[in-house]
């Protein structure tokens, strides 16, 4: 109540500071009222509350509570979700359920606000159902509605850990289409803005819903309260983390100069946003240095008293952020050109190999990628070295040369120049589709995460070590490392894509264009796991099946290759005449030259692939020699012992596979003999 109470204050400040309940009604224009003025930023706090404590249940039934059972070895006893667990997935599923109302309302004040209608004509024309799937926010808010009401429905019978994490990971991206669609979509760097946005929402809501469940946890009085609150902790550090600097990046996307912050309302409130966001950092530091240990003293009054005042700094920081996505930025200082509202950037000069070297092109979402996976693996070989085990450094090596080939391929020029010229974006396409991967699966980064990460601290329990084994013996991940499977996606998602609107569509859009790169990265990722992975994989291919496997995949993509020089009609017309840069060649001729890559690119990967296929094939036949010899000497060494015991030597261990084929072929020698003579 103290959140709530505190995050509608706020917002009611905010709105009335910021100006977006005082509009001026220029007379001519519709006007929706002051109820959807009032209503839209009420219903859009709601939401987000109510979608902020369905996260925090599930967080804290899925992670921050440990499991029971699977502790004694017996196949029956897997591990399984509390008491208590199971009671945070049952509120959850009512937390949800308010979420999805609180989404249908605020789809309904979106309506009404973009059309400028009252909301009694919404209700009852038809205009709701005529310009949901027209508006941007209203497809959002739908799609925000029926995943809420999925996890309401299924949290009500949800009793294994699997199930409640799928219910997590669905309520995630449930968070994700409102802020996709805000300011964020129309900030002259939409490009950063969104992944930024996107990031914020995904790091906020786990902070703030993990310490309201486990601020109810500890007032509830209920055991494993130090466990949880030690999670959070841990957890919450990184969300702070990320909270800053994905906020940090959407101030600088909307607001370039700093004197804004100051000078505009949407600065102001930024600003007093910044303001909390650095208590709640102070909030973290005293309860790493001074609550956990009280808890662990079982004193938890200081931890339910500093979490009560934290939270309310949260709600207002939430009415806050409401205020601020009601409250307009300030403008560009120049109007932007239509290329650069497509872009996100004017168009460059002309191509040349020095300029796809230096036009460096930033792009937020996989800049962080690349540093949380190159920091995550330095951090498990720092981890190996530090208990004296030894890891590759070949590995390590491939590894980084495959977050470099990322690198060059999302933030130099050749980022800038691949939604203009579809060669470059083909060159793009190839890299992080045939040669990235290849790479990234020589790293063995799943055996480095096993061989680095600690068993859980409870038995029984399932920390990131478990839960890593789990997938990897799921049936999701059995199908899809399927030799069949893996292969199918890899080639048909590429004609998949190219050969339907769907190409278009994800060039449009930031977001799409970031799906299209992570399929690429996915796909040829599984695909290179089942034929070079060093990496435990559900099924093993022989190398002779490898190989084959190889050579039949590979000529598909010289066909999607060919076919691209063939069509008669350039694809994506819409956005490439859009994009059209005044240097360049003919759509269609830079269409050919992007087939002439995808045809001539094959040959790099299949040669790599074949030399590691060597080397992986040589390497196995040189463990094999020496486990047999290790079993002859075994064998050898016990019939020398039985000798000289003064016994018969002992006969050949069924292990002993030298002795045992040796005896074979005595047998054999003996019976021809006897038939011999007989």
């Given at each position: 109540?103290?959140?709530?109470?505190?995050?509608?204050?706020?917002?009611?400040?905010?709105?009335?500071?910021?100006?977006?309940?005082?509009?001026?009604?220029?007379?001519?224009?519709?006007?929706?009222?002051?109820?959807?003025?009032?209503?839209?930023?009420?219903?859009?706090?709601?939401?987000?509350?109510?979608?902020?404590?369905?996260?925090?249940?599930?967080?804290?039934?899925?992670?921050?509570?440990?499991?029971?059972?699977?502790?004694?070895?017996?196949?029956?006893?897997?591990?399984?979700?509390?008491?208590?667990?199971?009671?945070?997935?049952?509120?959850?599923?009512?937390?949800?359920?308010?979420?999805?109302?609180?989404?249908?309302?605020?789809?309904?004040?979106?309506?009404?606000?973009?059309?400028?209608?009252?909301?009694?004509?919404?209700?009852?024309?038809?205009?709701?159902?005529?310009?949901?799937?027209?508006?941007?926010?209203?497809?959002?808010?739908?799609?925000?509605?029926?995943?809420?009401?999925?996890?309401?429905?299924?949290?009500?019978?949800?009793?294994?850990?699997?199930?409640?994490?799928?219910?997590?990971?669905?309520?995630?991206?449930?968070?994700?289409?409102?802020?996709?669609?805000?300011?964020?979509?129309?900030?002259?760097?939409?490009?950063?803005?969104?992944?930024?946005?996107?990031?914020?929402?995904?790091?906020?809501?786990?902070?703030?819903?993990?310490?309201?469940?486990?601020?109810?946890?500890?007032?509830?009085?209920?055991?494993?309260?130090?466990?949880?609150?030690?999670?959070?902790?841990?957890?919450?550090?990184?969300?702070?983390?990320?909270?800053?600097?994905?906020?940090?990046?959407?101030?600088?996307?909307?607001?370039?100069?700093?004197?804004?912050?100051?000078?505009?309302?949407?600065?102001?409130?930024?600003?007093?946003?910044?303001?909390?966001?650095?208590?709640?950092?102070?909030?973290?530091?005293?309860?790493?240095?001074?609550?956990?240990?009280?808890?662990?003293?079982?004193?938890?009054?200081?931890?339910?008293?500093?979490?009560?005042?934290?939270?309310?700094?949260?709600?207002?920081?939430?009415?806050?952020?409401?205020?601020?996505?009601?409250?307009?930025?300030?403008?560009?200082?120049?109007?932007?050109?239509?290329?650069?509202?497509?872009?996100?950037?004017?168009?460059?000069?002309?191509?040349?190999?020095?300029?796809?070297?230096?036009?460096?092109?930033?792009?937020?979402?996989?800049?962080?990628?690349?540093?949380?996976?190159?920091?995550?693996?330095?951090?498990?070989?720092?981890?190996?070295?530090?208990?004296?085990?030894?890891?590759?450094?070949?590995?390590?090596?491939?590894?980084?040369?495959?977050?470099?080939?990322?690198?060059?391929?999302?933030?130099?020029?050749?980022?800038?120049?691949?939604?203009?010229?579809?060669?470059?974006?083909?060159?793009?396409?190839?890299?992080?589709?045939?040669?990235?991967?290849?790479?990234?699966?020589?790293?063995?980064?799943?055996?480095?995460?096993?061989?680095?990460?600690?068993?859980?601290?409870?038995?029984?329990?399932?920390?990131?070590?478990?839960?890593?084994?789990?997938?990897?013996?799921?049936?999701?991940?059995?199908?899809?490392?399927?030799?069949?499977?893996?292969?199918?996606?890899?080639?048909?998602?590429?004609?998949?894509?190219?050969?339907?609107?769907?190409?278009?569509?994800?060039?449009?859009?930031?977001?799409?264009?970031?799906?299209?790169?992570?399929?690429?990265?996915?796909?040829?990722?599984?695909?290179?796991?089942?034929?070079?992975?060093?990496?435990?994989?559900?099924?093993?291919?022989?190398?002779?099946?490898?190989?084959?496997?190889?050579?039949v995949t590979m000529p598909f993509h010289a066909f999607f290759g060919i076919a691209l020089m063939n069509l008669a009609q350039p694809l994506a017309r819409g956005w490439y005449t859009a994009v059209d840069p005044p240097w360049g060649a003919s759509l269609l001729s830079d269409q050919h030259t992007g087939g002439a890559i995808a045809w001539g690119f094959g040959e790099i990967p299949t040669f790599i692939v074949l030399i590691a296929l060597a080397f992986q094939w040589y390497f196995d036949d040189q463990r094999q020699a020496r486990r047999l010899d290790r079993k002859a000497d075994r064998a050898e060494e016990r019939r020398t012992a039985a000798a000289e015991e003064g016994g018969d030597p002992a006969?050949?261990?069924?292990?002993?596979?030298?002795?045992?084929?040796?005896?074979?072929?005595?047998?054999?020698?003996?019976?021809?003999?006897?038939?011999?003579?007989?």
């Amino acid at each position: 109540m103290v959140a709530l109470a505190a995050s509608v204050a706020v917002l009611v400040a905010g709105l009335v500071l910021g100006g977006a309940v005082a509009e001026q009604v220029i007379p001519g224009l519709g006007d929706a009222g002051t109820v959807t003025r009032w209503g839209l930023p009420v219903s859009r706090l709601a939401m987000d509350l109510a979608a902020t404590a369905t996260i925090g249940l599930l967080l804290a039934a899925t992670v921050l509570l440990p499991l029971e059972g699977g502790g004694t070895g017996s196949s029956r006893d897997v591990p399984r979700l509390g008491d208590d667990a199971i009671g945070y997935l049952r509120a959850a599923s009512w937390a949800a359920a308010a979420w999805g109302t609180a989404a249908a309302s605020t789809l309904v004040f979106t309506v009404a606000d973009v059309l400028g209608l009252p909301v009694g004509q919404v209700l009852t024309g038809n205009e709701l159902s005529g310009y949901v799937g027209r508006l941007p926010q209203g497809t959002a808010l739908m799609i925000v509605v029926l995943l809420a009401v999925v996890v309401a429905l299924l949290a009500r019978t949800t009793v294994t850990p699997a199930a409640s994490f799928g219910l997590l990971l669905t309520a995630g991206i449930a968070l994700l289409p409102p802020p996709l669609t805000g300011h964020s979509a129309s900030a002259a760097n939409h490009t950063v803005a969104t992944t930024g946005v996107a990031l914020h929402v995904l790091a906020v809501a786990p902070w703030v819903g993990g310490l309201c469940a486990v601020l109810a946890h500890a007032l509830t009085r209920r055991g494993r309260l130090d466990v949880a609150a030690a999670r959070f902790s841990r957890m919450a550090l990184w969300c702070f983390v990320a909270v800053g600097l994905s906020g940090l990046v959407n101030v600088l996307a909307r607001l370039p100069d700093p004197a804004e912050l100051l000078t505009t309302n949407y600065g102001r409130l930024a600003l007093g946003k910044m303001l909390l966001f650095a208590g709640l950092g102070w909030f973290g530091w005293w309860h790493r240095g001074r609550t956990l240990p009280a808890l662990a003293g079982r004193r938890p009054g200081a931890f339910t008293r500093l979490a009560t005042v934290e939270i309310a700094i949260m709600g207002a920081t939430m009415g806050l952020a409401v205020a601020l996505a009601r409250t307009a930025p300030p403008p560009p200082a120049e109007a932007e050109s239509a290329v650069k509202a497509l872009l996100g950037y004017d168009m460059p000069p002309a191509i040349t190999p020095g300029r796809l070297v230096t036009l460096w092109q930033f792009d937020f979402f996989f800049a962080v990628l690349v540093a949380v996976l190159g920091g995550l693996y330095l951090a498990g070989v720092a981890r190996l070295r530090r208990r004296g085990d030894r890891w590759s450094p070949g590995r390590t090596a491939a590894w980084l040369l495959g977050l470099a080939t990322i690198v060059i391929t999302t933030q130099t020029g050749i980022a800038k120049y691949a939604p203009i010229l579809f060669s470059v974006h083909m060159a793009q396409h190839m890299v992080l589709n045939m040669l990235t991967p290849i790479l990234l699966v020589l790293g063995a980064p799943v055996t480095l995460a096993l061989r680095a990460l600690k068993p859980a601290a409870i038995r029984g329990d399932r920390g990131p070590r478990e839960w890593l084994v789990a997938v990897l013996h799921s049936r999701a991940v059995a199908v899809l490392a399927h030799p069949a499977v893996a292969t199918v996606i890899f080639v048909a998602g590429t004609f998949a894509l190219y050969f339907t609107p769907l190409f278009e569509s994800a060039m449009r859009n930031h977001l799409g264009h970031i799906a299209m790169t992570i399929h690429f990265l996915l796909a040829g990722s599984l695909f290179f796991w089942v034929l070079v992975g060093v990496d435990p994989a559900p099924r093993t291919l022989p190398y002779p099946g490898r190989i084959l496997l190889l050579f039949v995949t590979m000529p598909f993509h010289a066909f999607f290759g060919i076919a691209l020089m063939n069509l008669a009609q350039p694809l994506a017309r819409g956005w490439y005449t859009a994009v059209d840069p005044p240097w360049g060649a003919s759509l269609l001729s830079d269409q050919h030259t992007g087939g002439a890559i995808a045809w001539g690119f094959g040959e790099i990967p299949t040669f790599i692939v074949l030399i590691a296929l060597a080397f992986q094939w040589y390497f196995d036949d040189q463990r094999q020699a020496r486990r047999l010899d290790r079993k002859a000497d075994r064998a050898e060494e016990r019939r020398t012992a039985a000798a000289e015991e003064g016994g018969d030597p002992a006969p050949p261990a069924e292990d002993d596979e030298l002795a045992a084929y040796n005896a074979h072929l005595a047998r054999l020698a003996e019976r021809h003999e006897r038939s011999r003579k007989g």
